[in-house]
């Protein structure tokens, strides 16, 4: 069975200071996705990032960074210089090819940028 | 990519009826998924719809409570059935373009509120 754990609830900062949310997987499988989504106020879900499970480079978009650590299972993402248009629930996820990519939601961490 | 149109949107329902949601995309895809967000929480995968067959269902979930119908590879639908204030939910209709790549995509969701 798999797992995603976004120990943080909640985190608070204020305009411009960077923040960083953690995410840990679990997993038998050898081949396997992983994935930030953003979830704004109005509910969609914006897709952020796929890292597969044979690819541990780290990746920069612009104010976005994540960090894949196999060794860790972790898959860290920081927003370098947030904005209040970056406040919204961010949740990491997790599928594996094996089980026919379904998505095994990590129970999101609320972000709030303040002015 | 994949455009996913669902309707409707939101609704609000009352206590005992039922409501199905729609869920059109634009491309054929290989899987179609429905998940679950209640208020305040992750999302929760329902099923996996399967096109010419019955869905198969996440633990938790049942056909009576949660029917499933995809007739052909674009259309998908979800049926909420004898609503209780319980499935006050975001309910969200997601695809997979390939089984090999793990992209999947998410439709806006459909905010469902029972009274």
């Known amino acids: 069975a798999q797992k995603v754990t976004q120990a943080q609830t909640e985190i608070s900062v204020v305009e411009k200071e960077d923040v960083t949310l953690d995410c840990v997987y679990e997993?038998?499988?050898?081949?396997?996705?992983l994935f930030w989504y953003k979830q704004p106020p109005s509910g969609e879900l914006v897709f952020l990032i796929r890292r597969n499970s044979f690819d541990e480079q780290n990746e920069i978009s612009g104010r976005y960074s994540w960090n894949f650590q196999k060794s860790t299972s972790s898959f860290n993402f920081t927003i370098t210089a947030s904005q209040v248009v970056d406040s919204a629930v961010y949740f990491c996820?997790?599928?594996?090819?094996?089980?026919?990519?379904?998505?095994?939601f990590g129970g999101g961490t609320r972000v709030l940028v303040k002015p | 990519s994949a455009v996913i149109s669902q309707k409707p949107s939101r609704d609000i329902c009352q206590r005992g009826t039922s409501l199905t949601i729609q869920c059109q995309v634009d491309?054929?895809?290989?899987?179609m998924f429905w998940y679950r967000q209640q208020p305040g929480q992750s999302l929760t995968l329902i099923a996996t719809?399967?096109?010419?067959?019955?869905?198969?269902?996440e633990s938790g979930f049942v056909i009576d409570k949660f029917p499933i119908s995809r007739p052909n590879l674009t259309f998908s639908t979800l049926t909420v059935s004898n609503m209780s204030p319980e499935d006050s939910s975001i309910y969200l209709c997601?695809?997979?373009?390939?089984?090999?790549?793990?992209?999947?995509?998410f439709g806006e969701g459909s905010r469902l509120t029972v009274l």
């Open positions: 719809a399967n096109q010419g067959s019955e869905a198969t269902y």
């Open positions: 997601s695809v997979a373009v390939s089984a090999n790549t793990g992209e999947l995509f």
């Open positions: 491309s054929q895809v290989t899987m």
């Open positions: 997993t038998r499988d050898t081949t396997y996705y």
């Open positions: 996820a997790l599928s594996v090819q094996a089980a026919g990519n379904k998505l095994t």
